[in-house]
């Protein structure tokens, strides 16, 4: 009979007590053992949400206040507009990820989603097929009084995003919801999701700079 | 009494829609081959760079791999009950494949090989193809929906969805097509009394 004082630390403890470095924690959840995520699903996303981040930022860094509120009619976002959304849409479903595991019931392998991850970002990003709307809870509101908030309030977001890639031991492929465009997805390509919308959105940010009325300063 | 699958056939919407886009992409072919001549036909935009023959002989062979697959791999499976099938959606099949953004090597089966003597032939070919496609999905009562394949860049997708991929695939080509036209060094059109 197991002597239960005496059994060893499990991964995840040792992970949770923080006694093991990160690239070493990093190390172990590579284990075919682990349920977590792969060290090359971790360095998939961990690249496509800088890359999208670094693309978006680069298309607001150097921004005059009335180039942040320009707008050239009210069915057009300015570029506050556009950053709020991406903000809002990814507060919510990274939200939605990290209360996965606790809230829903994990699926069994053969029970998983078989849409293929880089479906994700061929979807989202996919701008000029048809157009489409956003969910009326996410359209912009002035949530942020200033466009350096906002910013900020975008880079915290994503920089709490990408820890939790690196360092999650949740076994998000178990868990899986729907997508109203793409259809039930799992928590992993739910990451996916947050960066392809932000891809996107800095598509549209782009038309919007190269408008002929986009103000000069 | 013996269990029997509920048989479900193509709502009228589903067929419309899939009619619609198969029609629509093969008259758009049809409209970007009108009147080439050889030159046109075997012109590469780049060393390696597919020709507009090439694109045709992709769909040719495109069209006739999805419908065996679908008529003679699926169709004589038992179809999957509801808790078993894809989960992916229509729309994002469609915008998936138009996304030109995203770019793939052509799998084997399906890849030009060049084995025609006449290119014009292709796009008859692929217009006859087209035609049996269509009339298929028209008149079909077969449950679509029950039956699933893996397809190798979407992962899985139902028979319906393989349908609409065809018909996506082929619009993703024709704005291949319509760009190879519009390159700089497209060659003109010959006409009677050019000097060559």
Request: net charge positive; proline share 6%.
């Amino acid at each position: 009979m197991a002597n239960y004082m005496n059994h060893r630390l499990s991964r995840r403890q040792l992970l949770e007590v923080g006694i093991l470095m990160p690239a070493l924690a990093g190390w172990l959840t590579r284990s075919p053992q682990a349920s977590g995520l792969t060290a090359a699903e971790r360095a998939a996303a961990t690249e496509t949400l800088q890359r999208t981040r670094n693309t978006l930022l680069a298309q607001l860094s150097d921004l005059s206040p009335g180039q942040w509120r320009y707008s050239p009619n009210k069915d057009t976002w300015s570029a506050m507009q556009i950053l709020e959304h991406v903000v809002e849409v990814e507060e919510s479903v990274f939200t939605q990820v990290k209360d996965a595991p606790g809230t829903r019931t994990a699926l069994a392998p053969d029970r998983r989603p078989r849409t293929k991850d880089q479906v994700i970002e061929m979807v989202v990003t996919n701008r000029t097929t048809r157009r489409l709307v956003s969910p009326e809870q996410y359209k912009p509101t002035g949530r942020w009084p200033t466009s350096l908030a906002l910013v900020t309030a975008f880079t915290l977001q994503r920089r709490s995003v990408l820890d939790y890639v690196t360092t999650t031991a949740d076994d998000l492929r178990a868990f899986a919801w729907d997508n109203p465009l793409i259809g039930v997805i799992d928590g992993y390509q739910w990451l996916l999701f947050i960066a392809g919308h932000c891809e996107r959105h800095g598509q549209q940010l782009a038309e919007l700079r190269a408008m002929p009325t986009f103000p000069t300063r | 009494m013996a269990m029997t699958m509920q048989h479900v056939s193509l709502t009228a919407t589903e067929r419309q829609a899939a009619v619609d886009l198969l029609t629509e992409s093969a008259w758009a072919v049809r409209e970007a081959t009108t009147d080439l001549d050889e030159r046109q036909w075997r012109f590469e935009p780049a060393p390696g760079r597919w020709a507009i023959a090439d694109i045709v002989e992709h769909l040719v062979k495109s069209e006739q791999a999805v419908y065996q697959l679908v008529t003679e791999k699926l169709l004589p499976t038992p179809a999957r009950p509801a808790t078993r099938r894809p989960t992916l959606r229509d729309l994002a099949v469609i915008l998936a494949v138009r996304n030109r953004n995203v770019r793939f090597q052509a799998a084997e089966l399906v890849r030009p090989t060049r084995t025609w003597t006449m290119p014009e032939a292709l796009a008859g070919a692929f217009g006859a193809a087209r035609v049996g496609t269509v009339n298929f999905i028209r008149d079909t009562t077969e449950d679509l929906r029950g039956r699933i394949a893996e397809h190798p860049v979407l992962g899985d997708i139902d028979a319906y969805q393989w349908f609409l991929f065809l018909g996506a695939h082929t619009q993703r080509h024709v704005d291949q097509l319509r760009e190879v036209k519009a390159d700089p060094a497209f060659p003109r059109k010959q006409m009677r009394g050019d000097v060559l």
